[in-house]
Every structure is written in C-alpha cells, then in structure tokens.
C-alpha cells in the first residue's frame, strides 16, 4: 500500500523569501505526482503535475521530482501572504491508480 | 468553466442519525467522488462512480452509502453518525476514469457530530 508523507507539518517563511515543501512516497513505480492548495474553508486547487523525474514549472511553483530517492519537492517563488494555505501532495501509479494524498503542509508566509 | 457545489457547508447531527451531503458538478464530467478530510491526515477516497448508477467504494467505505443518481449529482449518506466525529467532506469529478485525469473539487461539508 503506498504512504505518502508531507514534511514539515507547518512552515512560517517571510513574503518574498523561498518556500520548499517536501513529499516523500513509498511506491517507486509511482507515475503520476501532483501538488494541491487548499485555503481554509475552500476546495483543492491543482497547481503543478508532473509524471516523469524531473523540473515543471507553472508560474511560481516548481514540482522537482526524484523517483529514485522516493522524493517530490514543491518550490514556491517569491511567496505572497495570499499563498498562506494548506498544501497537498498526492501520488499514483498508473492510469488506474486511486490519488494517494499526504496529511498536508501549513504554509504561513509573513508580511 | 464548471463549477462544483456542495451542499450544506455545514452540517450538525446527533449521535446515530443518517445524515445526507450532495454535490452537484456542471463540468459534464463523467466521473465523481467522495473524499474524507480530518485534521492532520491526508485526504481518503470513500467512494467513486464512474458513470451514472455506478458505484465503486474507496478505502473507507464502511459506514457510508453513496447514490449516482444522475450524471451531474452525487450524495454521500453518513449511516450512522458518530459521536464527536469531524470532518470535511470533499466532492471532486474528472472528465474520465484514471487518475492521469485532472480532479476538480468542490469547497467542502463540514460536519460536526454532537
């Protein structure tokens, strides 16, 4: 059964200085890697998929991915206050493979 | 555009009650489902349908009862609400079956059980 853990579990990172959140999964076959924001009381918005090792940029967020260390990093350029949110990692295999979602990093970015 | 709507936003029960949440997608997407969302955990796949009259249960089907009962709409039934349970419950539809397909999610049910 795959895991997918989030660390750290909150981060405070002042506006404009870099944010780095890190996802780590257990299935090494994993093919289909996506990161997620959440603000409070809202739905999920889709900010970066990516499906091979590698860089992908979509605007300020870069989803680096490294299947042979198990591991799948957002990078969030210049953040704004307005990015303070809850961020999702979730991770499949397959084209058949149920989103398994991390528990989630809080991310605060100080004025 | 779509949109997805969830319905209440928030929702109370007593112990034991059979408590009804409903979703609506305008996306005229094929496939829709039903995830579970507690504090500090990730979020959990109770239920999926890939078409109209379809049902497919998640990790974390026991204790709930879902209905297709139309393209657009899905409902998820509590069966038997627990004390001091709470969560957010999330909606989400995709366009087809498989998870290369993108997700579009709804704002969510909060539920407290009293």
């Known amino acids: 059964q795959q895991k997918v853990q989030q660390s750290p579990e909150s981060l405070t990172v002042s506006e404009g200085a870099m944010a780095s959140l890190n996802c780590t999964f257990s299935?090494?076959?994993?093919?289909?890697f996506r990161w997620y924001r959440q603000h409070s009381g809202k739905g999920l918005e889709v900010l970066v998929s990516?499906?091979?090792?590698g860089e992908k940029e979509e605007g300020s967020f870069t989803a680096h991915l490294n299947r042979a260390s198990l591991h799948v990093f957002l990078h969030i350029r210049e953040p704004q206050p307005s990015d303070s949110a809850l961020y999702l990692c979730a991770v499949s295999r397959g084209n058949q493979g149920k989103l398994i979602f991390g528990q989630g990093t809080k991310l605060s970015i100080k004025p | 555009g779509g949109i997805i709507t969830q319905t209440p936003k928030f929702l109370i029960g007593q112990e034991g009650q059979k408590l009804t949440l409903k979703c609506q997608q305008n996306f005229n997407h094929d496939t829709m489902y039903w995830y579970r969302q507690d504090s500090g955990k990730g979020l959990r796949l109770i239920y999926y349908s890939i078409t109209e009259n379809d049902l497919q249960k998640g990790d974390l089907s026991e204790g709930y009862d879902a209905s297709r009962e139309k393209k657009s709409s899905f409902s998820l039934t509590v069966t038997s609400a627990q004390k001091n349970e709470m969560a957010v419950f999330l909606c989400a539809s995709s366009l087809r079956q498989g998870d290369y397909a993108e997700q579009f999610f709804g704002p969510g049910t909060r539920l407290t059980v009293l």
């Open positions: 299935d090494r076959s994993s093919d289909n």
């Open positions: 990516i499906f091979s090792d």
